[in-house]
């Protein structure tokens, strides 16, 4: 896959959260899946890449059946600038859980791996709803894609948040 194409797949996936408590911690088995709905990509020099893209989520996969992520999805931004292979992107994704309330990941690509999966940081901030107030974040890793297309991939998270109930 070209390096342009890894940085726009990869710089998209950061999209986490865990469960609806009062600190709750997350772990590795909190992951969401997405894919790709637009990307493009500007070869500015060899080793300098830019790329804006959006993804669309398909939801987060939890152990905990009453967590209120479960059936989360939403949209995502991106913007990521890759210099000598080292991003400096930052993304934005509204999520909308089972009940309608929203909250906000905001990402910070921080390395590729070999496979051209991304890892990073994130933090998650409420938006309306039982989702006000809510606060916090951690570390995400990113597959390196899959599907015929390879625009689906899924992000899998560790960290924690704080929720007013």
């Known amino acids: 896959m070209h390096a342009a194409a890894v940085v726009a797949r990869a710089g998209l996936a950061l999209i986490a959260i865990t469960t609806c408590a009062t600190a709750v911690a997350a772990d590795a088995s909190t992951c969401y899946g997405a894919y790709y709905t637009h990307v493009e990509v500007l070869q500015a020099a060899p080793n300098h890449v830019?790329?804006?893209?959006?993804?669309?989520?398909?939801?987060?996969?939890?152990?905990?059946?009453?967590?209120?992520?479960?059936?989360a999805y939403g949209p995502c931004v991106l913007f990521n600038e890759v210099i000598d292979g080292k991003p400096n992107g930052e993304l934005r994704c509204v999520r909308s859980d089972a009940d309608g309330d929203k909250f906000?990941?905001?990402?910070?690509?921080?390395?590729?791996?070999?496979?051209?999966?991304?890892?990073?940081?994130?933090?998650?901030?409420?938006?309306?709803?039982?989702?006000?107030?809510?606060?916090?974040?951690?570390?995400?890793?990113?597959?390196?894609?899959?599907?015929?297309?390879?625009?689906?991939y899924f992000v899998c998270f560790d960290g924690s948040y704080d929720m007013k109930r």
């Open 50 to 71: 830019i790329v804006s893209a959006s993804a669309q989520g398909t939801g987060y996969v939890t152990r905990d059946e009453k967590s209120p992520l479960k059936g």
């Open 104 to 152: 906000l990941i905001v990402g910070k690509v921080k390395a590729y791996s070999p496979t051209g999966a991304m890892t990073g940081s994130y933090t998650i901030s409420g938006l309306t709803g039982k989702w006000v107030g809510a606060k916090g974040g951690g570390n995400f890793s990113e597959d390196a894609g899959s599907g015929k297309d390879n625009k689906h």
